[in-house]
């Protein structure tokens, strides 16, 4: 008797994976004029006191925490990246990289709780 295929099995991404696609991230955001402000992400760095270039250079140096998912609505691979500055708290980013070569930021959100 053979045994059933297994059900619910989720592929984790490695670690090449997951450089390949912050190397592909940073890469992106080191030219500002590819990287592109969701309306919510902006009302939320507002509200949060956090500027553009803040957003950007967690883009630029920080890491994925969690795992990637996909955006089918928008069309690209997702992922949160976050860094924390000297002196501040941690900053998270939802980027999405758009099949253009283009980032796109969803949301940007302080990582712990206060």
């Not at 609505?73 to 997702?78: K, N, P, Q």
């Not at 990246?81 to 708290?89: D, K, L, T, Y």
Request: charged share 25%; aromatic share 8%.
């Amino acid at each position: 008797m053979t045994k059933p295929p297994r059900q619910y099995l989720v592929d984790f991404p490695n670690a090449a994976v997951l450089g390949r696609l912050l190397q592909e991230i940073r890469f992106l955001a080191y030219v500002s004029e590819k990287v592109f402000f969701s309306p919510h992400a902006q009302q939320q760095m507002a509200l949060r006191g956090l500027t553009d270039v803040e957003a950007i250079n967690v883009l630029r140096l920080g890491e994925i925490k969690g795992l990637p998912w996909h955006e089918p609505e928008i069309g690209g691979r997702a992922c949160k990246v976050a860094f924390r500055p000297r002196g501040s708290r941690v900053i998270g980013v939802v980027t999405v990289i758009l099949d253009q070569g283009e980032l796109l930021v969803k949301t940007v959100e302080w990582e712990d709780e206060r």
